[in-house]
């Protein structure tokens, strides 16, 4: 079998933590034949530390090189103060930019034993399972001009830029309409058309991409903030949703928490299949930040970072009954009480960070 390369970037804050319980897995998969090869590196504060970088050229290389780049969380109070190109954030974007990972994947799903932890009804949130597919290399975040200019009269003005070409529109809506036919069948696609042109195009090319290819998935319409209030009000109606990177980055926190916590959540980040290989540039990340009030304590929950690499084994490697079998074991412990601190409720077990990843792994194990 082929070594599948796997770079591992576990950032800072809680992102150590998490990254830990993947890499017993991954030793207990490989003790099985899984023929995973790892190496390690550094990014966002961290790498600020070690190299004043918020992501070194030796690391890049490696996640250019690599199958699939796992990434922990990255930024910290400690980090307030660094000068905002080598911010810790900087890191994660020059990844996303320089891999061209233009497809963010966001699942928000509602496992039935949490199903009464989130903030929302019960009823509004049991069972749900809808899929944000979110544009990540283009937009708001890194459209030119960006800066802050001195007006000269004791003023200043802040710019960015949202821009959006027809071909970066395309291909992300063509990923939501692709992943829609192995699901429900249905893209509800958002922007501000009302004020925004950058809005008016996307409309147009959607509508276009789904009319030349995917006339077989139903599409829907939504204004950007109606989106996020019916998300709110009724999230079962959604099953796909596309949008640009800075509404899908806000509409992604909001789907996240209606599941009942941040801590549950993967992601994956996607690049455009090889014209020889069909293979895709890849990056698996927990949807959670660093969370620094709660990292070294041992307390983290590990869940959103073993999902993120079940996301990569179904979608790096094929490898899709381990992938099932792992969402599966994780839905098991849950069943089973097990809490972490983020999700714990009346009458379940509390559990650490290295408790939880051993239930888990030792579930999809057996
Ligand atoms: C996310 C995060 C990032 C983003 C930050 C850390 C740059 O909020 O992945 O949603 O804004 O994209
Ligand atoms: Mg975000």
């Known amino acids: 079998m082929a070594t599948k390369k796997l770079l591992l970037l576990a950032g800072d804050g809680i992102g150590p933590e998490a990254m830990a319980e993947v890499k017993k897995l991954i030793a207990a998969m490989n003790e099985k034949g899984a023929g995973f090869a790892i190496d390690e590196g550094l990014v966002g504060g961290c790498a600020y530390d070690a190299h004043g970088q918020a992501i070194s050229e030796e690391d890049m290389t490696k996640a250019l090189a690599a199958d699939a780049?796992?990434?922990?969380?990255?930024?910290?109070?400690?980090?307030?103060?660094?000068?905002y190109e080598v911010r810790p954030e900087a890191g994660l974007l020059r990844l996303r930019k320089d891999m061209e990972l233009f497809a963010n994947l966001r699942p928000a799903i509602c496992y039935p034993a949490l199903a009464a932890s989130s903030s929302l009804k019960q009823e509004v949130v049991e069972g749900l399972d809808i899929l944000i597919v979110r544009e990540l290399t283009g937009g708001v975040y890194f459209g030119e001009p960006k800066q802050i200019i001195d007006l000269g009269n004791g003023q200043k003005r802040g710019i960015d830029t949202q821009v959006y070409d027809t071909f970066e529109i395309e291909r992300i809506s063509g990923?939501?309409?692709?992943?829609?036919?192995?699901?429900?069948?249905?893209?509800?696609?958002?922007?501000?058309?009302n004020v925004m042109k950058s809005g008016v195009l996307w409309n147009e090319v959607v509508t276009a991409t789904h009319k030349a290819k995917y006339a077989d998935v139903k599409l829907d319409h939504m204004l950007a903030d109606a989106g996020g209030m019916q998300l709110v009000r009724?999230?079962?109606?959604?099953?796909?949703?596309?949008?640009?990177?800075?509404?899908?980055?806000?509409?992604?926190?909001?789907?996240?928490?209606?599941?009942?916590?941040?801590?549950?959540?993967?992601?994956?980040?996607?690049?455009?299949?090889?014209?020889?290989?069909?293979?895709?540039?890849?990056?698996?990340?927990p949807v959670h930040g660093s969370a620094p009030d709660i990292a070294g304590k041992g307390i983290a929950n590990p869940i959103a970072m073993i999902a993120s690499f079940a996301m990569c084994l179904r979608y790096s490697f094929s490898m899709v009954a381990e992938a099932?079998?792992?969402?599966?074991?994780?839905?098991?412990?849950?069943?089973?009480?097990?809490?972490?601190?983020?999700?714990?409720?009346?009458?379940?077990?509390?559990?650490?960070?290295?408790?939880?990843?051993?239930a888990i792994i030792a579930k999809f194990l057996a």
């Not at 069948?185 to 922007?191: D, I, L, P, R």
């Not at 079962?236 to 926190?253: A, E, R």
């Not at 089973?336 to 009458?347: A, F, N, V």
């Open 175 to 193: 990923v939501a309409f692709e992943l829609a036919r192995t699901r429900k069948n249905h893209v509800t696609s958002m922007e501000k058309r």
């Open 69 to 83: 780049v796992l990434f922990g969380a990255v930024g910290g109070p400690k980090w307030d103060s660094v000068p």
């Open 234 to 285: 009724w999230p079962k109606q959604f099953d796909v949703i596309v949008t640009d990177n800075l509404f899908g980055d806000m509409l992604s926190d909001v789907a996240a928490m209606l599941t009942g916590s941040l801590g549950m959540l993967p992601s994956a980040s996607l690049g455009a299949p090889d014209a020889k290989t069909g293979k895709r540039k890849a990056l698996y990340e």
């Open 324 to 358: 099932d079998r792992l969402e599966a074991a994780i839905a098991a412990v849950l069943d089973d009480g097990l809490r972490t601190k983020d999700i714990m409720s009346e009458g379940k077990t509390e559990v650490g960070t290295t408790a939880m990843g051993d």
